[in-house]
């Protein structure tokens, strides 16, 4: 029952579902294709994330602190910053792809989940600021309850 009550709290706060949206987001790019390769003579070969071991490893980097990021929703601060974290990697792996989609724009045709980690990123970011507004608000209340004992 108190798992149950902990998940439905967790799911209540907006900066939870950035996160489980940007997770999702990271965590569909391990099973997409990045790019598509048409040869001279028709035949298509399709490059995947996982098949490029420097994709694979920041995508893993960057799916844990996702994970992190997700599971520390009871402690502001940590989640505030564990998603900026997350939200550096992801904006390092879109950095690279954009790099690769530069050097081979003539020869690939690239998929849109290319621009996910941007997405996520951009999701993180909105999570890091919206839990570090509800870690001032709890502050803000438990100081005012203080000063008002501190009166009587």
Request: glycine share 4%; aromatic share 12%; proline share 1%.
């Amino acid at each position: 029952m108190f798992l149950i009550n902990s998940m439905t709290a967790m799911w209540q706060r907006i900066q939870t579902l950035y996160l489980g949206v940007a997770t999702a987001l990271i965590f569909s790019m391990f099973f997409c294709t990045f790019a598509r390769i048409v040869g001279p003579d028709g035949a298509e070969v399709t490059i995947g994330y996982s098949e490029k071991l420097g994709y694979l490893s920041l995508l893993i980097m960057t799916f844990i602190a996702h994970v992190a990021a997700t599971a520390s929703f009871k402690a502001f601060f940590l989640q505030a910053r564990v998603s900026v974290i997350a939200a550096l990697l992801a904006t390092g792996l879109q950095i690279w792809l954009g790099i690769d989609i530069l050097r081979n724009m003539d020869a690939m045709s690239f998929s849109i989940t290319a621009l996910f980690p941007m997405a996520a990123a951009a999701l993180d970011f909105m999570a890091a600021k919206r839990s570090m507004v509800d870690e001032m608000t709890v502050q803000a209340v438990r100081s005012t309850r203080k000063s008002r004992r501190k009166r009587k």
